[in-house]
């Protein structure tokens, strides 16, 4: 069983819209979870990556959030531009093992003029 | 990421033939990965390095093996490939940042591979 889901599975939004993503995990013992954003065709590329005590962490119009206790965390996409459509991969690492990600399965985002 | 490279990029083959994907970096990093990614699914790891001397099985070695050639470079090889090896391989480096106890990945573009 996946140990890291994320929702939306895909969606739309119109450009300059926001829109947040989810992600729950089951990870545990938690060492630090990351978003990477995934072009069509590419590989993914690192957004943000929180530790235990970090509940938030910004990369431009990028603002990831995370609460620990409930396991939780959403990635905000702030005023949304065509170059934002590709896919959001939450990954969770676990333990003292900080090589081993479990990944989630990805929200397709979709930005249309 | 330029940085970290794969060949080749788009590969169609047969059922039962060997081939190798290949990986190479110009980052430095001491570690070095190979994941699957199928559709629906999350990445999966194949296989991990560490260093030169160090090779790992992930969760879904099987029918996968690998060789460090060198720091920069880490190469994947399916002996006898099946129609369900068919998926998207990536390659990925990092470095540990002590400090932190995290190490960000870097991908490369990924090898399409199709097994008739």
């Known amino acids: 069983k996946n140990q890291v889901e994320q929702s939306p599975q895909s969606l739309i939004i119109l450009e300059g819209k926001n829109c947040t993503l989810q992600?729950?995990?089951?990870?545990?013992?938690?060492?630090?979870l990351r978003w990477y954003k995934q072009d069509t065709g590419r590989g993914p590329v690192s957004l943000t990556i929180?530790?235990?005590?970090?509940n938030t962490k910004s990369n431009g119009r990028y603002t990831a959030t995370l609460d620990a206790d409930t396991k939780q965390s959403s990635l905000h996409i702030t005023a949304s531009q065509l170059s934002d459509s590709a896919s959001y991969i939450c990954?969770?690492?676990?333990?003292?093992?900080?090589?081993?990600?479990?990944f989630g399965a990805g929200t397709t985002v979709t930005v249309r003029a | 990421d330029a940085d970290v490279t794969q060949t080749p990029r788009n590969r169609i083959t047969k059922t039962g033939k060997r081939i190798m994907l290949e990986c190479s970096q110009t980052?430095?990093?001491?570690?070095m990965y190979w994941y699957r990614q199928d559709p629906g699914l999350g990445l999966r790891l194949i296989y991990y390095?560490?260093?030169?001397?160090?090779?790992n099985k992930g969760e879904i070695s099987d029918g996968y093996s690998v060789s460090r050639q060198a720091q920069a470079k880490f190469s994947l090889s399916l002996e006898s490939a099946i129609p369900n090896q068919t998926a998207l391989y990536f390659c990925?480096?990092?470095?540990?940042?002590?400090?932190?106890?995290?190490?960000?990945?870097?991908f490369g573009p990924g090898t399409r591979l199709t097994v008739l």
């Open positions: 980052k430095g990093h001491d570690r």
């Open positions: 390095s560490f260093d030169v001397k160090d090779i």
């Open positions: 929180m530790t235990f005590s970090e």
């Open positions: 990954v969770v690492s676990g333990g003292a093992n900080d090589y081993k990600l479990s």
């Open positions: 992600c729950n995990y089951t990870v545990s013992p938690f060492s630090n």
């Open positions: 990925a480096t990092s470095q540990l940042n002590r400090g932190r106890r995290t190490d960000t990945q870097y």
